[in-house]
């Protein structure tokens, strides 16, 4: 389940640090959970998916370490990243 381009476009301009920013690990996680959240929904619907359950796992999984990355290197941007996303930290 790819995000549309445009969809991508909305998701790095408002989370990108910087003007030229299009990678930065805000980006890179507000972009995983769009993905996990559109799977998770896919899911709801065909629970024996399992091919798809495990490339969430693996998603959730990135999305962890990126968090924790960024919790290392700045708890206050972390914060108020994971209240912006409205996920658990």
């Not at 969430?56 to 968090?67: A, D, E, S, V």
């Amino acid at each position: 389940m790819p995000l549309l381009q445009q969809r991508k476009q909305e998701l790095i301009s408002d989370y990108q640090v910087h003007e030229t920013d299009t990678g930065s690990s805000d980006v890179q996680v507000a972009m995983l959970t769009e993905r996990i959240n559109r799977l998770s929904q896919h899911l709801k619907t065909n629970k024996k998916d399992h091919a798809s359950r495990k490339g969430l796992l693996g998603m959730i999984g990135l999305r962890k370490r990126l968090l924790s990355y960024i919790q290392k290197q700045d708890n206050a941007r972390y914060r108020a990243l994971i209240t912006r996303l409205g996920i658990r930290g």
